[in-house]
């Protein structure tokens, strides 16, 4: 089983949809817990750090479950832009361990 | 700034030969660490360097994989006699200092290819 779960997808949404992607992650001893988003052929970049009381930025807004070993990422009104592949990760220490990617192909 | 930059953008390489690549993180950044990218396998931790502790090699796959970062600052990593399922993007990240909370920013990394 992956230390972190992830639905490939891909999601096909138009533009204006509301999205929600989802993970789960097997290490309870994991202390923090990221978004992250990849362009194609890109290398990953942070979205959002994931906290217990959920966090929001923008149209973007994260959510951790820690006795469930869940997280979530809801995406509002989304964008032709935001068409990539949104990475969940965990780190229990320095590390990150990264799920295997959901896509996300948003269309006009 | 800059930010961080890994050599060469891509490597051709047959199998058996051996391969380095490079790392130059974000000046100022006292961690580093090495990530791979295959097809099917998502992305992976190979392994990390926190200014002069010895560094967390927990997953390197091999022992033909081994990596080295001299005077705190650039790093190689190198992978000796190498083989088909070497071929992968590896990715390279550093950040302030190693720790869960820290923003690791990556490298456009290296694109291995082993015939």
């Known amino acids: 089983r992956k230390e972190v779960e992830q639905d490939p997808g891909p999601f096909n949404v138009p533009e204006g949809a509301t999205v929600a992607f989802n993970c789960t992650y097997s290490?309870?001893?994991?202390?923090?817990f990221f978004w992250y988003r990849q362009d194609c052929r890109k290398e990953p970049k942070l979205l959002m750090s994931?906290?217990?009381s959920g966090n929001e930025d923008g149209r973007f807004t994260a959510q951790l479950n820690r006795a469930s070993q869940y997280i979530s990422l809801l995406i509002r009104d989304s964008k032709l832009s935001d068409s990539a592949t949104y990475l969940c990760?965990?780190?229990?220490?320095?590390?990150?361990?990264f799920g295997q990617g959901t896509t996300l192909q948003v269309k006009p | 700034g800059a930010g961080v930059s890994q050599s060469p953008s891509n490597k051709v390489t047959e199998k058996g030969k051996d391969v380095e690549l490079r790392c130059d993180p974000i000046?100022?950044?006292?961690?580093l660490y090495w990530y791979r990218q295959s097809l099917g396998q998502g992305l992976e931790f190979l392994i990390y360097?926190?200014?002069?502790?010895?560094?967390?090699k927990s997953g390197l796959p091999s022992d033909r994989f081994s990596a080295e970062r001299t005077g705190g600052s650039v790093s190689t990593l190198t992978i000796q006699r190498t083989q088909q399922e070497d071929s992968a993007v590896y990715l390279c990240?550093?950040?302030?200092?190693?720790?869960?909370?820290?923003?690791?920013?990556f490298g456009p990394g290296t694109r291995l290819t082993v015939l």
């Open positions: 994931v906290y217990s």
């Open positions: 000046s100022g950044h006292t961690a």
């Open positions: 360097f926190q200014g002069n502790s010895a560094p967390d």
């Open positions: 990240a550093s950040s302030l200092s190693a720790g869960s909370y820290n923003e690791q920013f």
């Open positions: 290490n309870s001893a994991s202390q923090s």
């Open positions: 990760v965990v780190s229990p220490t320095g590390k990150l361990i």
